[in-house]
């Protein structure tokens, strides 16, 4: 019994680290700086982020095993369906290496948004993820206006604040 508890532990220990530290080949994306575009397979087709030219985009990397990942997905819905006649866009770009825990997590959490599958891990690594969930708010005209990892409920009210600021044109 101990034997397994040990082993829980351990393995809950190292999906947090990996949680908070995603590695790879990092580059800072600083606001101001015109966000990647990518091209991914997703659940209802491909996803471009070119495509939502004119809109504000809030990109949301995510991964099935990640706890804080399955806490943000209720208050994604909630921002997509309450800015979206507003020009709102979000896009969930999941990078579980075998898309069908993917598919599980979604049949638990359904996504009112746009879900994207990034096996590979190439777009976070454009990105410069350092942990799950980082997300990327993005303005109308292409660039990258904040980066926020990780997420608590106490990060709700600042992040939708930066959305409103971002549909009104403000700065």
Known sequence: ME??????????????????????????LEPGSKAPDFELAGAQGAVRLSSTAGSV???????SWC???????????????KYRSKGMKIIGVNLDGKTED???FLAQNPAL???AFDSKGETPKRYGVKGMPTSFLIGRDGKIISQHL??????????EKQIQTALEGKK
């Open 3 to 28: 034997e397994l508890k040990g082993k829980k532990m351990k393995g809950f220990l190292l999906s947090l680290i990996f949680c908070i530290s995603f590695t790879g080949n990092i580059y800072a």
């Open 57 to 63: 985009v809030y990109v949301d990397f995510w991964a």
């Open 67 to 81: 706890g804080p990942c399955q806490q943000s997905f209720p208050w994604m819905n909630a921002m997509q369906e």
């Open 102 to 104: 993917a598919k599980k």
């Open 113 to 115: 948004f746009t879900v």
């Open 150 to 159: 990780g997420f608590r409920a106490s990060d709700k009210d600042v992040l």
